[in-house]
T-cell receptor, first 110, second 115 residues
Framework: DQQVKQNSPSLSVQEGRISILNCDYTNSMFDYFLWYKKYPAEGPTFLISISSIKDKNEDGRFTVFLNKSAKHLSLHIVPSQPGDSAVYFCAASAGNKLVFGAGTILRVKS | DAGVTQSPTHLIKTRGQQVTLRCSPKSGHDTVSWYQQALGQGPQFIFQYYEEEERQRGNFPDRFSGHQFPNYSSELNVNALLLGDSALYLC??????????????FGPGTRLTVT
C-alpha cells in the first residue's frame, strides 16, 4: 500500500519562477512531514519539515504547506534556480520511521 | 562536523552470498535507520536501531539483519543475496532525545549490485 504518493514524475520550470511540488498521503496518523532533495550518486538531503499541527513552514526560498483535510502537502520554491534541479522526495513520519513517495524530478531551465 | 558516513560506496556480490554494510551516524546522534532504494522508487524502511536494539522493522525478510555498536555506529547484513536485493542502501541518523527520531539525516548510500 502506497501511503505517500507523488503523482508527478517530473516538473520543468523556468529559472526565477515558482516551483510547486505536490504530495498526497492516506494515513492520518502521520505526525511529521519532510521534503528531501537528492542529486545522483548522493544520499537525500533534508530540506524542510512541518509538524501535523501546523499548516505552513517557511525557510528561505522553501515553503511547505499542509492541508490536513485534503491529506495533501506541497513544497514551493521561489525563486527557482538551476541548482535546484534534482529529485525531490516527500516523506511522512509514522512512529519514527519515514515513509517516502516515489519522487519528482525537478528541472530548472536557465 | 562529519555527517553520516557509509562504507563501502559500491559493492558487487553474487547470488547466495552475504554482505555487510556499515554506517557511522552524525555527531550527536544515537539512532540509526536503514533504507533500501530501488531504481525509480523512494527509499523503503528496513529497520531502526537505538540503544543497540532493533526498535522498529519494515516489511523485509529475516535475511536482513542489523547491529548497533556502543559508539552508535551500525551494520546492515543481508544473507542469501537475491538479484532483487540490488539497490542503493541508505543509512540515516537521528536522535531519540527530545522526540526527534523522525528528523533523519542521510548518508551517501552504498550501491549494491547482485549478479
Amino acid at each position: 500500500d502506497q501511503q505517500v504518493k507523488q503523482n508527478s514524475p517530473s516538473l520543468s520550470v523556468q529559472e526565477g519562477r515558482i516551483s510547486i511540488l505536490n504530495c498526497d498521503y492516506t494515513n492520518s496518523m502521520f505526525d511529521y512531514f519532510l521534503w528531501y532533495k537528492k542529486y545522483p550518486a548522493e544520499g537525500p538531503t533534508f530540506l524542510i519539515s512541518i509538524s501535523s499541527i501546523k499548516d505552513k513552514n517557511e525557510d528561505g526560498r522553501f515553503t511547505v504547506f499542509l492541508n490536513k483535510s485534503a491529506k495533501h502537502l506541497s513544497l514551493h520554491i521561489v525563486p527557482s534556480q538551476p541548482g535546484d534541479s534534482a529529485v525531490y522526495f516527500c516523506a511522512a513520519s509514522a512512529g519514527n520511521k519515514l515513509v517516502f513517495g516515489a519522487g519528482t524530478i525537478l528541472r530548472v531551465k536557465s | 562536523d562529519a555527517g553520516v558516513t557509509q562504507s563501502p560506496t559500491h559493492l558487487i556480490k553474487t547470488r547466495g552470498q552475504q554482505v555487510t554494510l556499515r554506517c557511522s551516524p552524525k555527531s550527536g546522534h544515537d539512532t540509526v535507520s536503514w533504507y533500501q532504494q530501488a531504481l525509480g522508487q523512494g527509499p523503503q524502511f528496513i529497520f531502526q536501531y537505538y540503544e543497540e536494539e532493533e526498535r522498529q522493522r519494515g516489511n523485509f525478510p529475516d535475511r536482513f539483519s542489523g547491529h548497533q555498536f556502543p559508539n552508535y555506529s551500525s551494520e546492515l547484513n543481508v544473507n542469501a543475496l537475491l538479484l532483487g536485493d540490488s539497490a542503493l542502501y541508505l543509512c540515516a541518523s537521528s536522535t531519540f532525545t527530545f522526540g526527534l527520531a523522525w528528523a533523519q539525516y542521510f548518508g551517501p548510500g552504498t550501491r549494491l549490485t547482485v549478479t
